[in-house]
C-alpha cells in the first residue's frame, strides 16, 4: 500500500481525504504536521509546503502540485532536483478558468465598468457597444487552459487570437509564435487574456513594449501569474488612457498590500486568486490516475518539465 502526505495552508484536507479515498481506497492518506515516520511517504501532494519537507522523505517518488503551476515547489531551495513533479491538470480547472476569462472579457466588452461608475454617480445613461465579430480577442498560452478560453471565447463570435512560444495550430485561431508573433498580435486584439505559465522567458511579459502595441483603449486581463505583469508600466498606461481598463486575479505579492494603487484605481478590477479553484473531487481523479501510471511504471503524462518551465 502507498501512502501520499497533504501538506498545504489553504487547501480542504477533509475533502482532499474523501475524494481520494472514492478514487483510490487503498492509499493511506495523511496530512501535515502528522508525517508518522517519514521513510512512509511515497507521494507529496503540495502547495507552498514547508521548505525542506520534502527532502526529509527520503522515499518520496514524486511531487504532486496542488496548483496548474509548480512555482511554488520550485521555491523550495532544499528540494531534490531529480524528483519528478506532476502538474495538475484537470478539466473543471480549465473551465473554470475560461469561465473567468470569458467574464473578464465581456465585463468591459459590455462596458459593465462604464455602468457600475454611472450607478455610483446616480447617472441614466447609455454606451454604444461594439460589434462582436469585428473584436478581437488574445489568448497568451495556448495549452490546456488556454485552449478552452480560445475555443468558447470563438464560441461567443469574438475573432480569436492566440500566441505560444512556439508555433501551433488550433481551428477558429489566428495562431501567432515567437517574440515577432507577440506584438503582431497584441497590435490586433482590443482585449488581452493571460493563461501563460510562468517562466523566465514570460516573466515580465506584460510590460510596456506589450501594451504600446495594443490599440488605444484595450484592456488586458491575467489569470496566470502575478509575475507576469510589470506594475509599473500597467499603472503608466492606464493613467495615460492608452489602456482602458485591466481586470487582475493575480499580483506579484500576495495577498495584495494594502497600500498598493490597484485597490483603489477606478480603471482597475481585483479578485483574490480565485480565477480556477482545484476541487478535490475533480483533481483527484487526476492524481490517482497519475499514481497508478508510476505504480505501474507506465509514462506519467502530466510531468513538469523543467528545460521548458512548465
Known amino acids: 500500500m502507498s501512502t501520499i502526505l497533504m501538506a498545504s495552508q489553504q487547501d480542504p484536507v477533509d475533502l482532499w481525504r474523501d ?3 472514492k478514487e483510490m481506497p487503498e492509499l493511506e492518506f495523511r496530512a501535515y504536521p502528522d508525517v508518522g515516520d517519514p521513510g512512509d511517504i511515497d507521494y507529496a501532494l503540495v502547495y507552498w509546503a514547508p521548505h525542506g519537507l520534502i527532502a526529509s522523505l527520503p522515499n518520496v517518488r514524486a511531487v504532486f502540485s496542488i496548483a496548474a503551476g509548480c512555482d511554488h515547489v520550485l521555491a523550495d531551495p532544499q528540494l531534490p532536483p531529480h524528483l519528478p513533479i506532476v502538474r495538475m491538470v484537470d478539466d473543471y480547472l480549465a473551465a473554470m478558468m475560461a469561465e473567468y476569462a470569458l467574464y473578464g472579457v465581456l465585463h468591459f466588452h459590455r462596458d459593465m465598468h462604464y455602468y457600475r461608475q454611472e450607478q455610483l454617480a446616480a447617472r441614466w445613461s447609455r454606451a454604444w457597444p461594439l460589434y462582436t465579430p469585428d473584436t478581437a480577442v488574445g489568448i497568451l498560452g495556448l495549452g490546456a487552459i488556454g485552449g478552452d478560453c480560445a475555443r468558447k471565447l470563438g464560441a461567443l463570435g469574438f475573432q480569436v487570437h492566440g500566441w505560444s512560444r512556439g508555433p ?16 503582431e498580435m497584441a497590435g490586433q486584439c482590443r482585449y488581452l487574456v493571460c493563461v501563460l505559465p510562468l517562466t523566465s522567458e514570460t516573466q515580465g511579459i506584460i510590460n510596456s513594449e506589450l501594451i504600446a502595441a495594443m ?20 499603472l503608466a498606461a492606464l493613467d495615460s488612457g492608452h489602456l482602458g481598463g485591466i481586470f487582475l486575479d493575480v499580483y506579484n505579492q500576495e495577498p495584495l498590500p494594502p497600500e498598493h494603487p490597484y485597490w483603489r484605481h477606478d480603471k482597475v478590477w481585483i479578485t483574490p486568486h480565485v480565477a480556477g479553484e482545484l476541487v478535490p473531487r475533480s483533481c483527484a481523479k ?11 511504471g507506465a509514462p506519467v503524462p502530466d510531468l513538469f518539465d523543467k528545460s521548458r518551465g512548465y
Open 19 to 21: 475524494s481520494l479515498a
Open 168 to 183: 501551433k495550430k488550433m481551428d477558429g485561431v489566428t495562431c501567432h509564435h515567437g517574440p515577432d508573433g507577440l506584438l
Open 215 to 234: 490599440p488605444q483603449g484595450g484592456y488586458i486581463i491575467n489569470i496566470a501569474r502575478g509575475g507576469h505583469q510589470v506594475d509599473e508600466d500597467l
Open 286 to 296: 487526476s492524481v490517482a490516475a497519475n499514481i497508478r501510471r508510476f505504480e505501474a
